[in-house]
């Protein structure tokens, strides 16, 4: 079992940057890692994975060529660099872990609110 801290977020003005971290109490080596949202009534939304499945991509479609995600290994903890913010991006972000070959993410973070102002 893994535990997964984000830390980051916060109040920012449209086009502006914000950088997420998440860190985990384990190797996040063993674990496919990802990044996903959620904005006040609606759904759950994929931001980032360092694991592609299938015929998807790294990142959500709303985030391409805006926000770059990386893992670094040997402090366990994934980023999420966000740059050029607009106010739709306005959601509480999750970290999220599952185990290679696991369908679901079984390990969530607490969340990280991210508030974009226009």
């Known amino acids: 079992q893994v535990q997964l801290v984000e830390s980051g977020g916060g109040l920012v003005q449209a086009g502006e940057s914000l950088r997420l971290s998440c860190t985990a109490s384990g190797r996040i080596s063993s674990y496919v890692m990802g990044w996903f949202r959620q904005a006040p009534g609606k759904d759950r939304e994929f931001v980032w994975t360092?694991?592609?499945?299938?015929?998807?991509?790294n990142y959500g479609d709303s985030v391409k060529g805006r926000f770059t995600a990386w893992a670094d290994y040997t402090k366990n903890t994934v980023y999420l660099q966000m740059n050029m913010l607009k106010p739709e991006d306005t959601a509480v972000y999750y970290c999220?872990?599952?185990?290679?070959?696991?369908?679901?993410?079984?390990?969530w973070g607490q969340g990280t609110q991210v508030t974009v102002s226009s």
């Open positions: 360092n694991v592609r499945r299938g015929g998807t991509t």
């Open positions: 999220a872990a599952r185990l290679m070959g696991a369908d679901e993410y079984d390990y």
